[in-house]
């Protein structure tokens, strides 16, 4: 089994879903395989409990909480993010501090 280094769950719950969730995390996987990433699990979650931010998308082990997730944030997330271990700011609702999770 090839090193773990992040897991990113999809929401898929019935908000993020409207908003296009299956055709991101189809996204995800393809990009994710595409670039041989091994290294990381993607995983489609329920109701992750942040409606207000559909599509939802939830990185760890660092915790950020990725929101209004679209096709082009896929790309930002994976390329960088999940590539680079740039955490792309702009998308960011909330990241896990000080055992704590602090909003943006
Ligand atoms: S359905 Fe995705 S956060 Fe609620």
Redesign the pocket.
């Known amino acids: 089994m090839h090193r773990l280094t992040y897991h990113v769950l999809v ?7 409207r908003e296009g ?1 299956e055709h991101l995390l189809q996204m995800f996987r393809r990009e994710v395989t595409r670039l041989n990433g091994d290294h990381i699990r993607i995983t489609e979650t ?6 207000v ?4 998308v939830v990185v760890y082990p660092q915790g950020v909480w990725y929101r209004n997730v679209t096709q082009e944030s896929v790309h930002a997330i994976v390329q960088g993010h999940l590539f680079r271990g740039e955490i792309q700011q702009e998308l960011v609702s909330y990241t896990y501090q000080l055992q704590n999770f602090i909003e943006h």
């Not at 929401?11 to 879903?17: D, F, K, P």
């Not at 931010?53 to 939802?56: A, F, L, R, V």
Request: with cysteine; proline share 0%.
């Open positions: 929401c898929n719950g019935g908000c993020c879903h969730g329920r109701c992750t409990g942040r409606c931010d559909s599509c939802s």
